[in-house]
């Protein structure tokens, strides 16, 4: 099956940072989202990417389908951005078709 | 409002005993998903249901059943087979069940075994 990896696994930073998470894939994909899960365990979509870039506020993602990467950049990181980020990618065929994540990458600004 | 609601937000299972989780989605939505996070761990697929009365086992589908009998619910029964149950369970639902629609979550279940 398709194997999702994110870097880095876990990254702290200061409030006002930037910030650049990875997510390689390993085959080609159709459907790659984002995810913000908060402390209370709720998943926030942040982006559908299956190519190209997209901006929303301080956040902003690239997916390049044909080198098989995503990158979410996070800019002025704020305190309330902690929490872990998902990217997830779509598996199809085989059986039952769902999405398939990666581990995810754990990030702490500190004030 | 529109949305995905699961409950409980918490469930004790005793050994050897049957649970079952609720998820309600009144998005008009026509697939729904669960899936099961372990600590430090990414998702996994438990079961799939893209139309009422069909579902499809995802990759760690033993010892877990489920049932939709209604297009706005999806609830997924923990059996007493499922050896290792404790886990966070978040239900989703996307408007289709094709590779180009986005995925919406629930506020998640989390469930201990006594």
């Known amino acids: 099956g398709i194997q999702v990896e994110q870097s880095p696994p876990d990254l702290i930073l200061q409030e006002g940072a930037n910030s650049t998470l990875r997510c390689n894939f390993s085959d080609s994909v159709n459907n790659l989202q984002w995810f913000h899960q908060n402390p209370w365990g709720q998943l926030i979509n942040l982006f559908y990417?299956?190519?190209g870039t997209k901006q929303n506020g301080r956040l902003s993602a690239t997916t390049v389908a044909t080198e098989r990467y995503s990158l979410l950049y996070i800019s002025s990181s704020q305190t309330t951005d902690s929490g872990v980020y998902f990217c997830a990618v779509f598996k199809s065929g085989g059986g039952a078709d769902g999405l398939t994540f990666g581990k995810g990458t754990h990030l702490i600004i500190q004030p | 409002d529109g949305g995905i609601t699961q409950s409980p937000k918490y469930l004790f299972r005793k050994e050897g005993q049957n649970v079952t989780l609720s998820c309600e989605q009144n998005?008009?939505?026509?697939?729904m998903y669960w899936y099961r996070q372990d600590p430090g761990q990414g998702l996994r697929l438990i079961y799939y249901?893209?139309?009422?009365?069909?579902?499809q086992k995802g990759d760690i589908a033993e010892g877990y059943s489920v049932s939709r009998e209604k297009k706005e619910s999806f609830p997924l029964t923990v059996t007493s087979a499922q050896k290792n149950p404790t886990a966070f369970y978040l239900c989703?639902?996307?408007?289709?069940?094709?590779?180009?629609?986005?995925?919406?979550f629930g506020p998640g279940t989390r469930l201990l075994v006594l």
């Open positions: 990417i299956p190519s």
């Open positions: 989703a639902s996307s408007i289709g069940g094709g590779q180009s629609e986005t995925q919406y």
């Open positions: 249901s893209q139309i009422v009365n069909d579902f």
């Open positions: 998005l008009n939505h026509d697939a």
